[in-house]
């Protein structure tokens, strides 16, 4: 039985993930530094600390990711004053609904405390959430499953009791990876072969999460 329902934030509950590649994009136009569709892809889900270690390793260690992680950032911002902050279909229609039925709520976002908690009160969905595990808490991001092992604990549950709603291949491997039943809602990246197989189920946005857990439960 589901007892708790696990949420990724970025990509999942905000429509943040396009707004980051146009920024990479960006930076990688004004700075000559190389960025394929396929690095970007292998980013996300990941903490700030893991996509560091990547960076270097597809730039070299000499390269200055501060600096260039300052020109990604004022592109992020840019996007954010002309867009908002963009609510993904269904989210609050889908939080309404598992508070109602008493559905403990858990957030597993690689993001940093202080950016998540910003993003959690401009989108006035904060209040809902029972736990909260983020990115710079944990030591190991995904797509090992400690970030999810963590907020099933927090949650009072087994990893079995929980349903993890991801939109990453790295995120999906890390919520399978820790025993939790996983559906995907594609954003950026369509699933694979792969994930399909990982997964319970793949909806395209999240109210459709809400027949799921009903049909589940009789």
């Not at 696990?6 to 700075?31: C, H, I, P, V, Y």
């Not at 993003?119 to 904060?126: K, N, S, T």
């Not at 595990?133 to 995904?142: A, E, F, Q």
Request: charged fraction near 35%; proline fraction near 4%.
């Amino acid at each position: 039985m589901i007892r708790a329902v696990l949420f990724d934030m970025d990509g999942l509950m905000f429509d943040t993930e396009k707004a980051s590649d146009r920024a990479w994009r960006n930076m990688s136009m004004e700075t000559g530094i190389p960025i394929s569709d396929e690095f970007l892809k292998s980013l996300k889900g990941r903490t700030r600390k893991d996509c560091s270690l990547l960076m270097k390793k597809q730039w070299g260690e000499n390269v200055n990711l501060e600096e260039i992680r300052k020109k990604y950032q004022i592109y992020v911002e840019r996007d954010r004053k002309e867009n908002g902050l963009i609510i993904k279909k269904g989210l609050r229609k889908l939080l309404d609904f598992l508070k109602t039925n008493q559905y403990i709520i858990g957030l597993a976002t690689s993001t940093s405390q202080k950016k998540a908690e910003k993003y959690l009160r401009e989108g006035e969905v904060e209040g809902y959430f029972n736990e909260k595990v983020y990115g710079d808490k944990i030591c190991k991001g995904k797509p090992n499953p400690d970030i999810y092992l963590a907020c099933a604990k927090a949650c009072g549950c087994l990893p079995e009791e929980c349903l993890v709603l991801e939109d990453s291949p790295n995120g999906i491997l890390a919520g399978y990876r820790a025993g939790c039943h996983v559906i995907m809602i594609p954003d950026c990246i369509l699933p694979s072969d792969k994930e399909r197989k990982l997964v319970d189920a793949i909806f395209p946005d999240l109210e459709y999460v809400i027949s799921y857990l009903c049909d589940i439960r009789e």
